[in-house]
């Protein structure tokens, strides 16, 4: 009987025990459930999620995963982390969107994407780490998450997409890998903490606002591959004080630097050749800006509100200045307009009230048919400066002499004429010489300067030096010729005339052609007779020969 009621009590207390243990591990697992076809999830005491499984999650519409603040479970346990076990490739479409209190998040290291939405509203989560294997992150993805300060992404990722890191309001740091091909619309905005951005090589196009109102970012470098900044891509950046537009850029799209406050020096390349309205706007302190010489327009207001302007040169090729394009330059005292401009239309220049010169690049003729065309009376008033007419130095008459070898480059004194008036080098014209140095043909060329435009050329000899310290002894029925032997001289031979006629009429000619020889004998001369004779080098250039000047003549009379 004893031995009945001990194993009584024993199977009592086994079971006492048994459905403790059961109730205890069930409290454990507070919430459970599917979220993909291969993935179920358990929210633990500690407010945790433990993802698990292989392949995607599904992708929900907006709050209605099964994490949605729309849930019952999800008004009473606050999801405060996430551990996404490894197999799972890919984060639904606003799965765990409006998680107010998530903080961390453990990502698996087979993650390819993240969706539309995935982690929007999780205003407590202050980092991410993406694992090496993440490609794209969606649309919304970490919208609105106030408390995100550190954002490390994958080395391969290529895809960052519209608004996916908007108003991101602490995001201090964001390296953005080489990796990266496209970066959607906003992805950026108002991240206002951002300090420092570098945009990789490949990304051709800024997107619309994909980094508008990012206030404190100091430095920034845009890649060689970028062709197009969009509407408003880098507006409202407060602290940027200079930055280099690659020499791809084809196109600056409406407001694309507007209201950056500290932006100066900008130079735009002249590989831009469309500028959208107000893309300079309210640049408060932009005193210089360099405008592409490909640009044919100056859109409405382009630098509406820019007050510290204070001149600017309009390029060769603008045909139109907009309505208000300089509206409210208050510092604007001179301007430059090239003579392309035929369109200025009424208030471009309003409230300009310091605008004082135009200088016009164009005679006083055609300025006169602009002005009588204008309707801004600001310009109008103005005092305007005239270019004169330019003449064209394409028949001017140039004269140079000839020249002898020295071994050096040699720039003889030219005279350039036009229609009978001497010009002035440097001032009317400048000089340059090509093959100048050698005998033969040189070649000078004269382009004009100040009032003169386009060139003219022409050529001048440079023939070999003379013969050094010639002279003529008698012999019988001879004359031996000696000279010496110059080896900085550049000719190939001489040449020896003697005649009976001091005038050198009938004379005979004696042709040498090895440079180091020093002498020569002519024979078969007549007894008793005076001959006249001189001597001379040359050098033969593509064909022709080039003759120093004669020696002196020298007499003998033959023995």
């Not at 903490?193 to 100091?218: D, N």
């Not at 070898?405 to 008036?421: F, Q």
């Not at 010496?484 to 031979?493: L, M, Q, R, V, W």
């Not at 080098?537 to 004669?550: A, D, E, M, P, Q």
């Amino acid at each position: 009987m004893k031995r009945n009621t001990h194993r009584i009590i024993a199977g009592t207390v086994l079971w006492i025990v048994l459905v403790f243990a059961i109730t205890a591990a069930a409290s454990a697992i507070e919430w459970s459930g599917q979220c993909g076809a291969n993935i179920t999830f358990e929210m633990n005491s500690d407010d945790v999620i433990v993802l698990t499984g292989y392949g995607p999650m599904d992708d929900f519409s907006e709050n209605n995963s099964p994490f949605s603040k729309s849930t019952i479970v999800y008004k009473t346990k606050a999801i405060k982390g996430l551990i996404f076990e490894n197999g799972i490739t890919h984060i639904g479409t606003y799965s765990f969107s409006g998680a107010s209190n998530l903080a961390t998040i453990q990502f698996p290291a087979d993650l390819k994407s993240i969706g539309k939405g995935a982690f929007s509203g999780c205003e407590s989560l202050q980092s991410i780490a993406l694992p090496n294997g993440t490609t794209y992150i969606g649309k919304d993805a970490f919208y609105n998450c106030y408390k995100l300060e550190t954002a490390l992404f994958s080395p391969n990722l290529e895809t960052i997409g519209p608004n996916a890191f908007e108003s991101c309001i602490i995001l201090k740091k964001a390296d953005l890998p080489a990796s990266l091909k496209e970066l959607g619309e906003n992805a950026f905005y108002q991240c206002v903490q951002l300090q420092e951005v570098s945009v990789p090589e490949g990304i051709t196009s800024l997107a619309r606002g994909v980094f508008q109102k990012c206030y404190r970012v100091t430095k920034m470098t845009l890649p060689s591959t970028l062709t197009t900044i969009g509407q408003r891509a880098l507006s409202e950046i407060k602290l940027l004080e200079s930055l280099t537009i690659p020499d791809h850029v084809v196109t600056i799209a409406d407001w694309a630097f507007a209201g950056n406050e500290a932006l100066n020096n900008l130079v735009i390349p002249d590989s831009v050749t469309e500028i959208g309205q107000y893309a300079f706007s309210k640049c408060t302190g932009m005193t210089n800006i360099t405008l592409s010489g490909s640009i044919t327009k100056i859109p409405r207001s382009l630098f509406e509100g820019c007050t510290a302007l204070g001149s600017i040169e309009i390029p060769e090729g603008v045909k139109s200045i907009d309505f208000l394009a300089f509206d409210g330059c208050s510092s604007l005292k001179e301007i430059t307009i090239p003579n392309s401009v035929t369109s200025i239309p009424y208030e471009t220049f309003r409230n300009c009230n310091n605008l004082t010169d135009v200088h016009y690049k164009g005679t006083e003729e055609e300025a006169a048919k602009l002005i009588r065309t204008l309707m801004d009376q600001t310009l109008k008033n103005a005092t305007w400066h005239y270019e004169p007419q330019l003449v064209d130095l394409s028949a001017a008459e140039i004269t140079v002499e000839g020249q002898v070898y020295t071994g050096k480059a040699i720039k003889p004194k030219l005279t350039v004429k036009v229609d009978g008036t001497e010009l002035t080098p440097d001032t009317d014209y400048t000089v340059e010489y090509k093959n100048n140095k050698k005998v033969g043909v040189a070649t000078v060329t004269v382009t004009g300067t100040g009032n003169y435009t386009g060139m003219a050329q022409a050529t001048f000899k440079i023939n070999p030096a003379e013969v050094k310290s010639p002279s003529v002894t008698a012999g019988k029925k001879k004359l031996t010729v000696k000279w010496k032997y110059d080896k900085k001289n550049d000719y190939d031979g001489y040449e020896i005339e003697y005649s009976l006629k001091k005038n050198f009429k009938n004379a005979k000619t004696v042709t040498i052609k090895k440079p180091k020889t020093t002498s020569t004998v002519i024979k078969s001369l007549k007894k008793g007779k005076t001959y006249y004779v001189r001597i001379r080098t040359w050098r033969k250039v593509s064909g022709k020969k080039y003759y120093s000047t004669w020696s002196k003549v020298m007499k003998k009379k033959v023995k």
